[in-house]
Each structure stands twice: as structure tokens, then as C-alpha cells.
């Protein structure tokens, strides 16, 4: 939904509340200043929640009713979001969910996943029908104000790539002169291609699906000379292709691609909660607390910023509308940064990504969360 739509939506709302105010009929003694004054209101709804500020609306209350989460997920992104053989939904992306959950219940099961194509993504999120989008979803101005979203922090610090046939000879982009190339729609990946190959005047033909399973299915084929998404979705869709050995990443990167969890504007306690449990997970590997060692940690620590992280002291929890043991929680049952990235992509699965940087500040990357305090 667009900002003029939400507007609009704005200012039918405004007339309605002065109308049900004066009884109906008498909607124009407000005069114009009043309803200028309530439409900046309603652009950030105060309704509901456990705080009346401005801009508190009412999802968290809403998902506290509901008894779970409900997450859009991609379901075709191997090591981000995907179905196991079990059924169960899993990766980096589903666990962030399952973070989530855990701050708002403390258990981490409480999340229903909503499969979402690249396309229909945003209508979930504007409609109401998911709570929060955590699927492979780049950060960009147009996005953040058109769409009436919010990104949360940056969870993956990615980069569009290209893939081909390591025997086509094609190792620049400039070798893709008159190339098919495989993209998704509704994605960042094909404005970004139009883009680039403009600038350096080469000329392809992009042949444009809805699906992963379609761009790599038609790639595989042999029905495109290359492929395009992210980087991370190249080094997932890469296993999932009959001889990954035959397939190589150019070096090129076209693309800067911060992907990380998405909400609705409207609502910063959400907007909020959402942030901090991301912080919550990069603040437990700068401490070094892990899901294995916080109850140790929490039976033992002397240090202020450690007891404000785990729920000891400040009431840290409170201030999200959640309960203090809020980020113990998140630790406790789905890990720190780390654990979460080495669960689903690392050294001990077929994708074995460095983190590069998707390091913590500490190791030189981008990973810096704000104090808790
Ligand atoms: N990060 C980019 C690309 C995200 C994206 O959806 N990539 C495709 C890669 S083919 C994908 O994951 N498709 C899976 C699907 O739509 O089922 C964006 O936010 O637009």
C-alpha cells in the first residue's frame, strides 16, 4: 500500500472518528486543523499495545492474542528458507522467526510460516496476512517509503552475483554480450541487471520467472546462458543443481544487497521488538554468550551489561513490551549470530559460507549492535 493510499485511508478514518465524535452530521466542526492534526495519528496508530505513545500500533498485541507468530518465508532458498524432508521449515531466515517467537513466548515454535514468492511478498506484509516478511529481502529507499515498510537491521550483508556453465568460457560480465540470462520478477536482482548491463553497454535477453524452482529449473535446462539473484541465493541454489562442480560464481558483484527482516510502518513498538531481538543476537556473540553456556553465564556474571542482556537487571524486556528474559530466551533456544549462521551455513553444511562481512565489528565486520541499556 502506498503512503498516499495509507493517506487517504488516513483521512476516511479521521472523518469517520469526527463524524462518531459529533454524532454525526456536524463533521466539519472540527475544521481543517483538527483533522491535519489526527491524520498524523493515524499514519502512526496509537491503538493498543502495552504503551500509548504515538506510533504504538497494535501488532504485538495482536500476535500475544493469536498465541504465535505468523512469518512470510521464502520456501525454495536452501540454508534460508526452505522445507525439510520432514516438512519442518528451516535456515537463517526461518530461524530468525523462530527468535522472534522466542522473545514474544519464549518458546520458539510459536510461529506459523507463510510461504511467499518474490512477488507476492509485500502484499502479505501490507495486508495484515503475515506479521513480520524475513525472507531474503533487500533493503532499498524506494521499498522503505512506497511500500509502507520498515526494515529491521541488516541480518545478511549480501551482493548480487551471476552464475554460469563453467564450460561456457564466460568469466566477466562483459562475456555475457547477447546471453540469456535467467532472473527472478519482483526482485531487486532484475532492476539491478537492467541496470548494470546498461551502464557497460552489453546487450542480454533477461528471461523472467516468478519462482527460485523456475529460474534455476530453466537455467538447468539449458534455457539460459546464466543466472542472477543474490550471491547467497546462488551459493544456495548452486547444491541444489544435478553437478554443482559444472556451475561457477563470477567474481563480479553487482549489487549492494543488506537483506534482513521487514514490518509494516505504523507500528515502532513492533518495529522495535523486531530490531532488538536482531541485536539480541549479535550482542550474544560480541559477549561471547552462546545457547549452550547462558544459564552458566546468567547463574555466574557480575558484568551490568551481560545482567541487562539476560533479564538480571534494568528491565531491559519491559521496555519492548516483552517479558525481561526476553533475549535470554532468544539466545537460549536459537543461538547467538553465530550459532545461527554455522547452523545454516557453514563449515558443516553443503554451503560452507565464509562470513566475510557478516562478521561481527569485533572480527571486522558489519555485525555492531546498539547497547543494551
Ligand atoms: N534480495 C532480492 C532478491 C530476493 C529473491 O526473491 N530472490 C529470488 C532468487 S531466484 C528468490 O529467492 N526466489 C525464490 C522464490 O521466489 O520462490 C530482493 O529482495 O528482491
Redesign the pocket.
Same mark, same amino acid.
Given at each position: 500500500m502506498s503512503k498516499r493510499v495509507f493517506y487517504f485511508l488516513g483521512v476516511l478514518l479521521v472523518l469517520g472518528v469526527l463524524l462518531a465524535a459529533c454524532g454525526g452530521g456536524q463533521a466539519s466542526s472540527g475544521g481543517p486543523e483538527a483533522v491535519k492534526t489526527v491524520i498524523v495519528t493515524v499514519e502512526a496508530p496509537s491503538s493498543g499495545g502495552s504503551n500509548t505513545a504515538a506510533g504504538y500500533g497494535t501488532t504485538l498485541k495482536t500476535v500475544k492474542d493469536r498465541g504465535y507468530l505468523i512469518c512470510g518465508v521464502?520456501?525454495?532458498?536452501p540454508g534460508f528458507g526452505y522445507v525439510d524432508d520432514q516438512g519442518n521449515y528451516k535456515g537463517f531466515d526461518v530461524d530468525y522467526c523462530h527468535a522472534v517467537a522466542a522473545a514474544i513466548f519464549g518458546d520458539p515454535s510459536k510461529v506459523e510460516f507463510r510461504p511467499l $514468492? =518474490?512477488?507476492e511478498r509485500f502484499t502479505a506484509l501490507q495486508t495484515g496476512e503475515i506479521d513480520v516478511l524475513i525472507?531474503?529481502?533487500?533493503w532499498t529507499l524506494t521499498r522503505d517509503t512506497d511500500l509502507g515498510t520498515n526494515f529491521a537491521a541488516t541480518t545478511f550483508y549480501?551482493g548480487q552475483g551471476i552464475l554460469v556453465r563453467k564450460d561456457s568460457g564466460i568469466t566477466k560480465l562483459e562475456d555475457l554480450n547477447g546471453a540469456k540470462i535467467c532472473?527472478?520478477t519482483?526482485?531487486?536482482?532484475e532492476l539491478n541487471l537492467a541496470d548494470q548491463m546498461a551502464a557497460r553497454g552489453i546487450d542480454y535477453t533477461p528471461v523472467v520467472f516468478? $519462482? =527460485?524452482?523456475q529460474?534455476?529449473g530453466a537455467y538447468e535446462e539449458g534455457r539460459c546462458d546464466a543466472v542472477t539473484?543474490?550471491k547467497s541465493?546462488l551459493v544456495s541454489?548452486r547444491v541444489t543443481l544435478k553437478n554443482p562442480d559444472d556451475h561457477i560464481i563470477l567474481d563480479a558483484t553487482l549489487s549492494k544487497?543488506p537483506?534482513g527482516p521487514v514490518v509494516r510502518q505504523g507500528d515502532d513498538q513492533w518495529y522495535d521488538i523486531i530490531n532488538w531481538v536482531v541485536f539480541a543476537t549479535f550482542t550474544g556473540e560480541e559477549m561471547g554468550i552462546n545457547s549452550k553456556n547462558v544459564d552458566d553465564v546468567k547463574a555466574k556474571t557480575d558484568d551490568p551489561n551481560v545482567k541487562k542482556l539476560l533479564g538480571l537487571e534494568g528491565e531491559m524486556g519491559q521496555k519492548l513490551g516483552l517479558g525481561d528474559d526476553w533475549a535470554y530466551n532468544v539466545i537460549k533456544y536459537v543461538g547467538n549470530y553465530a550459532e545461527i549462521y554455522e547452523r545454516n551455513l557453514g563449515p558443516g553444511t553443503p554451503f560452507n559460507l565464509p562470513r566475510g562481512l557478516n562478521s561481527s565489528w569485533k572480527d571486522g565486520g558489519l555485525l555492531y549492535a546498539p547497547p543494551i541499556r
Open positions: 521464502n520456501a525454495q532458498l $514468492t =518474490a512477488k525472507r531474503n529481502t533487500t549480501d532472473v527472478a519482483g526482485t531487486t536482482t516468478e $519462482t =527460485a524452482d529460474v534455476f539473484t543474490d541465493g541454489r544487497e537483506l
